[in-house]
């Protein structure tokens, strides 16, 4: 069976440039998450889809980020335009469980490393 | 608020030595705990949880033990190998909802 697979697996543009990741979950994971990790720190929620719909959203650091899953099987999370900051690993996530013992479990994908320069 | 305080790396060790990677953990209720392993060019895999005070996950060699009072989940292997190379990354899920993750620590074994 297919893992997560995000891509690409790196990208570099500059400042003000728009980039958009993307991210297919493994089939029939009804959840997907975004998480980023900047300069070796933390990995940080960004958001959680239910399907297609946006179960929390907490995470997303301002508007120049949206994520999308339309039919509720990949997604997208464009950087528009992208910061220097918004440099890091972008890690996408899905799980078949949000409850229960199963809960917390989820299989990652290797990664979409953004550059901004 | 939830959060997760790890052992600041990077580690390196020898083969065989004993490792101890230490988190500690600031949360509301009673969430679930869990290390994450990220092997060179691959992507993060579970490696073990926890999902009460005192439970003990294990796997691959790796133990923590979930230490309600002290609010630690540590880390531990008897005798590491080259293998074991890797970023480790404590984590917890408040009311099983999305992770929280530590900083993460690069371990390195040299032969």
């Known amino acids: 069976e297919a893992g997560v697979t995000q891509f690409p697996s790196h990208s570099v543009i500059e400042k003000g440039q728009t980039v958009t990741l993307r991210c297919d979950p493994i089939?029939?994971?009804?959840?997907l998450y975004w998480y980023r990790r900047v300069m070796g720190k933390e990995i940080k929620f960004l958001l959680h889809f239910v399907k297609e719909s946006k179960q929390d959203e907490s995470g997303m650091p301002n508007n120049r980020f949206l994520a999308e899953r339309t039919g509720g099987t990949y997604s997208t999370l464009k950087v528009q335009p992208a910061e220097l900051e918004d440099s890091g690993v972008y890690f996408c996530a899905s799980s078949l469980l949000t409850s229960g013992t199963g809960a917390g479990e989820l299989f990652f994908g290797e990664g979409s490393r953004l550059t901004v320069l | 608020g939830n959060s997760v305080t790890q052992m600041e790396g990077p580690v390196t060790l020898s083969e065989e030595a004993f490792l101890t990677i230490n988190c500690t953990y600031t949360a509301t209720g009673y969430p679930s705990l869990f290390w994450y392993v990220q092997y060179p060019g691959e992507g993060l895999q579970l490696l073990l949880k926890?999902?009460?005070?005192?439970d003990k996950g294990s796997n691959k060699g790796f133990e923590a033990t979930y230490r309600k009072e002290t609010t630690s989940f540590h880390l531990e292997k008897g005798s590491v190998q080259v293998s074991d190379s890797a970023v480790y990354f404590c984590a917890l899920t408040p009311q099983a909802q999305k992770l929280v993750f530590g900083q993460g620590t690069r371990l390195t074994i040299n032969p």
């Open positions: 926890a999902t009460k005070a005192d």
């Open positions: 089939s029939g994971h009804d959840n």
